[in-house]
Every structure is written in C-alpha cells, then in structure tokens.
C-alpha cells in the first residue's frame, strides 16, 4: 500500500500504457523535461490527492521555473515531484475504474466505474475540484490498459483499487481511495459493494 501510494508507482507498468514521465526532486531536471515534451506535461508531487497541487504547464511557458517551484513550496509536500507528457483523448477528463483482483469490477454492461468531465476552465477532473461524473464505457485498448494495471497490482497484493485513464493510457493508481463506487452504483442501479465484500471473503490466490 505504501509503494502504491506514491505516484512514483506508475513506473512498474509497461511505458505503453503509461505516459512518458519523469520523477525527480531537482527542478532543473522537471524543468528540462518540460522543455524536451512534445508540448504540454502535467505535474503534480508524488503524494496527494483530489487534485490538489496539479498543474499543467507548457514546453513554451516562459515563466516555467517559477511556475514549477510552486509544487515544492507547498508545506507537507514531497520533495521530488512526478511530471507526465499530456495526453489528449476524443472524451473530457479522465475515467476512474475499478479493479478487483487482477481484472476490471464488472458485471454484463456494467463497469464499476465513472467519467469524470472538469468544470470549464480547468483540466482536472477530479470531483473534488469540481468535476463531474457519468457513466463509463472502454474500448478494447482502454481495457487492456485498465486489466494490465489490475494485474500488476494484484502481483504485490493490491485487491481493490481506483485506476485512472486517458484514453488507453494510465495517469494514475489509487489504493486507498477508490473513489467513483457511489456513482457507479447509481448508474448501473446495482450494488457493486456487494461483489467486493463477497470477493473479499473468498481466499486470495
């Protein structure tokens, strides 16, 4: 669980279901990272929640220096930072899913989970900065994405967690808080709890 909740974690997944990232508690090394992206990168500390202390900055940005420091300026806060390439997708915010035991949680036309659309003006999506959320449906590449994530975590003992995606892409794993099963539960007018507790008294293999 410890290893899980630092973002850092994302470097155990395969690089193609993850984006190009870096992880450093040098600024001149994020800064660099920057500059050498495509265009923009998303960075955020390495422990955290909610949204909280998130930007998004661009190679372009002029002011990057002063832009970046803000991360490390924040009491609490971890002294190395996690920076991600932006990814873009043909839907708004991201998709929390849910897996469980090495797959997704889901029963015939139900994911457990929800899509999260920002507020105007920002690009986290996270409810808690004001997102919204909706029902959740994947292609075949954001499945495998979601199963190859679930696999990894139950490899080290992670049963239940919150898999954040762009696209096919993970952006981010949530072990101790999930997240979306209200939402989820609601739009697929069943109770997803129900099949967690019941797989949660099953042996785990």
């Known amino acids: ?23 450093s508690h040098r600024l001149a090394s994020i800064v660099e990272f920057v500059r050498q992206a495509p265009s923009e990168c998303v960075v955020k500390p390495l422990f955290g929640s909610r949204g909280k202390n998130v930007i998004r900055v661009s ?4 002011n990057l220096s002063f832009q970046l ?10 002294t190395a930072v996690i920076a991600q390439h932006f990814v873009a ?7 929390r899913v849910l897996v469980l035991d090495g797959k997704i949680l889901e029963v015939p036309g139900h994911i457990a989970g929800i899509e999260r659309h920002p507020v105007e003006g920002d690009f986290r999506a996270n409810l808690h900065a004001g997102g919204s959320a909706h029902p959740v449906q994947l292609n075949a590449a954001e499945r495998a994405a979601a199963n190859h994530a679930a696999e990894r975590l139950s490899e080290h003992g992670i049963r239940l967690a919150g898999v954040d995606l762009i696209g096919d892409q993970i952006i981010e794993l949530n072990v101790f808080s999930t997240g979306g099963l209200f939402d989820a539960n609601r739009f697929a007018k069943i109770d997803f709890t129900e099949i967690i507790v019941d797989q949660f008294t099953q042996p785990f293999r």
Do not use: C, E, Y
């Not at 190679?59 to 002029?62: I, L, M, V």
């Not at 420091?69 to 971890?78: A, R």
């Open 1 to 23: 669980l410890t290893f899980f909740a630092n973002k850092a974690s994302l470097a155990l997944l395969d690089p193609q279901f993850r984006p190009t990232m870096l992880v």
């Open 89 to 95: 997708a043909d839907h708004p915010g991201d998709r």
């Open 69 to 78: 420091s803000s991360i490390w300026d924040v009491p609490g806060s971890s």
């Open 59 to 62: 190679h372009a940005d002029k």
